[in-house]
């Protein structure tokens, strides 16, 4: 680890800037004197990182309210962390919808769209449908694109650190797309892009159904299962950022693929798309016995996959999203395959954002990158060593 010396005031100043913006956006209007016993740290340190920060654009003073206003004397100075000092982007790029949230540095959200968009578009018509539903969330919330401090993408396939789609087979156009360089361009700010499921469990971890979970794999079903995994809280994207795809299992087994195991005969479902797979569903639902045969074996393949990643990864709780919260039985099935193999079966759980999870995964994302240049002094540490 590094060490702090007297003669590192940079680095210190820094740190106390942390501490007290911490302090700021965790407490209601604090005064100096709440900030200083918050914070531990002397009362004209705390006015000088206080100065600093309104400089900064980061900090106003707080409005006292109507019974400090009436009281004799002039009321203690209040001082607010200013959220809309800047605003962040979470965005999911899926093959039927785009959509996206914004919010402010508080990550509170203030704005929110979509698009529904057609599967066959292609990368420019579909990143077309991208920018413009951006363009409307901000002229609605009256916010404009030069205030976005970073923007957080979700999307399909497997994505290098560079925001580049190394595979991507549910989207037209998309294998090998730059796809964060190409909305770069649109921006001034951090574009970040992440897996969709990947994005989905830390929307999952932050405000969903492992809010309480450190250990949790979030599975998104689709034709395609796909999975995130937090580990310790952190998400794991593997080696090559390929971790938790569980939708390509079934090449172990050729007779296992989506296309037989959704058919209703003894040929494969053909074309395999949404919507064949809606009709099979609501054939399903009316009794049918060749359909629920087919759903049968569908949601048999899936909790396979689900149990092939937990007996992997133990974790504590497995969280269900996607198509397959729509799924009635899917539940039983998995915590009964997983009471089976596993030496401690996790608790499973369905998605509790539903459709708002990748979404809501990508802007934290967003939040994290902003959060690491207004808070963190780990990077100052590790340069000073």
Request: a negative charge; aromatic letters at 4%.
């Amino acid at each position: 680890m590094g060490r702090l010396t007297g003669g590192d005031p940079s680095l210190l100043r820094r740190i106390n800037s942390a501490v007290v913006l911490h302090a700021l956006r965790g407490a209601d209007s604090p005064t100096l004197t709440d900030l200083t016993r918050i914070t531990g740290l002397s009362r004209p340190t705390v006015e000088g990182v206080v100065e600093g920060l309104f400089e900064a654009g980061l900090v106003v003073e707080a409005t006292p309210d109507e019974g400090e206003a009436r009281r004799q004397g002039r009321p203690a100075r209040r001082f607010r962390f200013r959220a809309e000092a800047g605003y962040l982007l979470g965005v999911e790029i899926s093959a039927h919808r785009v959509s996206a949230l914004l919010a402010g540095l508080d990550g509170r959200i203030i704005g929110a769209g979509s698009r529904v968009v057609s599967e066959h578009l292609g990368a420019d018509e579909r990143l077309d449908q991208v920018r413009g539903m951006i363009a409307d969330v901000l002229r609605r919330s009256g916010v404009s694109r030069s205030s976005l401090r970073a923007v957080g993408v979700g999307t399909p396939g497997i994505v290098e650190a560079d925001g580049t789609v190394r595979l991507g087979t549910a989207l037209p156009g998309w294998t090998g797309l730059p796809l964060g360089e190409r909305l770069r361009r649109s921006f001034r700010c951090p574009v970040l892009v992440e897996n969709d499921a990947n994005a989905a469990a830390v929307a999952e971890h932050w405000k969903g159904a492992s809010s309480e979970s450190d250990d949790v794999v979030f599975v998104l079903a689709g034709l395609s299962p796909g999975a995130g995994a937090l580990i310790g809280g952190r998400l794991h994207r593997g080696f090559g950022g390929a971790a938790g795809e569980i939708g390509a299992l079934h090449l172990l087994g050729r007779e296992v693929t989506p296309e037989h195991l959704l058919s209703t005969t003894d040929t494969p479902l053909d074309p395999l798309d949404e919507r064949a797979v809606a009709a099979v569903f609501a054939a399903a639902r009316r009794g049918e016995a060749g359909a629920q045969a087919a759903v049968e074996r569908f949601i048999q393949r899936l909790v396979h996959d689900v149990a092939a990643l937990a007996l992997a990864l133990d974790p504590e709780l497995v969280v269900i999203g996607g198509w397959a919260t729509g799924l009635d039985g899917v539940l039983e099935p998995l915590r009964q395959e997983l009471a089976r193999y596993c030496l401690r079966p996790p608790r499973v759980a369905l998605s509790a954002l539903g459709e708002a999870a990748v979404p809501t995964g990508a802007l934290r994302l967003a939040l994290d990158h902003v959060e690491e240049q207004l808070f963190a002094v780990e990077s100052t540490v590790t340069a000073r060593r």
